[in-house]
């Protein structure tokens, strides 16, 4: 699928050389967000997000760049946006607005998989064991747009997608993509990053994480082999594993998920947004 174009919004322009542009205003749980903008004459000394410290990655120009997104059950709520100069604060807010999502129901025969997909413990402490994973806020080391990592594979199962076990009842909500692909399919690097993990997982099964810098990781599940190594430095395209049906699944697909400050956004947003966007 073609990339749509994003029309990147002018929010605001002060007399003072402040600009800050969003990808999108009309903004929905499990939503990236991509925020750039312009302090000329003055020092961005500090930006907050609904009250906590936001990091910003500055280049030398004046140009600033962050990207952010919020969790797919902050079902409603504000994104609320301070800029902090010297002189002045520049305030933004956008509501929230609740992702309308489509329910499945995972059919399983067997009930000892069944009542392993359910396992929210051990689903939640293999979770917890992969945060330190994503922490660290590094430099931008990708550059342009992102690329599909399933190349023409089609999805057969979308972000926030909300799915009710036949066997146990238990519900959740699916925080990644699902690429449709066999074992033994090609996956590559969306963009140019850096592998901070590769290995196995129980739940996982053969798993890859990449850093793309300012916070944005990507990873990568249920994979047949990993053909990259933890501190590998990859580039856009390159091919990084082959998929497969390894951890708790119910057949080969690639799940793909992508997160903002340790926070699973929707995928999608990322492969539609155009790099730079320059005003
Ligand atoms: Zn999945």
């Known amino acids: 699928m073609k990339p749509e174009s994003l029309i990147y919004i002018l929010v605001f322009q002060a007399l003072f050389g402040f600009e800050v542009f969003f990808s999108s205003t009309n903004i929905f749980s499990g939503d990236l967000i991509y925020i750039f903008g312009f302090c000329r004459n003055e020092k ?10 936001a990091v910003v990655y500055h280049e030398k120009n004046g140009k600033f ?7 797919v059950e902050f079902f409603s709520g504000k994104l609320e946006l301070v800029f902090m100069t010297e002189h002045s604060n520049y305030r933004y807010s956008f509501p929230v607005n609740m992702r309308k999502t489509e329910t ?7 009930q000892t998989a069944a009542a392993m997909v359910s396992d929210r413990k051990k689903i939640i402490s293999e979770s917890r ?3 330190e994973f994503y922490k660290a806020f590094t430099e931008p080391y990708w550059k342009g747009n992102f690329i599909s990592p399933a190349g023409h594979a089609p999805v057969s199962s979308d972000f926030a997608v909300h799915r009710s076990n036949s066997v146990t009842g238990v519900q959740s909500f699916h925080r990644g993509i699902d690429f449709l692909m066999p074992s033994g399919a090609q996956v590559y690097a969306p963009n140019h990053g850096i592998v901070v993990f590769s290995g196995f997982a129980d739940i996982r099964g053969n798993l890859v994480i990449i850093n793309h810098g300012m ?3 990507t990873s990568y599940f249920h994979l ?15 091919i990084i594993a082959l998929s497969g049906k390894s951890g708790l699944v119910t057949g080969a697909h690639l799940h793909w998920d992508v997160r903002i400050d340790n926070t699973c956004v929707n995928g999608t947003d990322l492969l539609k947004m155009h790099f730079p966007p320059e005003p």
């Open 44 to 53: 961005l000394t500090n930006t907050r997000q609904n009250g906590k410290s």
């Open 65 to 71: 760049h962050l990207f952010t997104g919020s969790d």
């Open 104 to 110: 499945r129901l995972i059919t399983f025969t067997n």
């Open 129 to 131: 064991s992969f945060h």
């Open 215 to 217: 916070g944005l990781y």
């Open 224 to 238: 047949e082999k990993s053909l990259v190594k933890t501190g590998q430095k990859i580039k856009k395209g390159e």
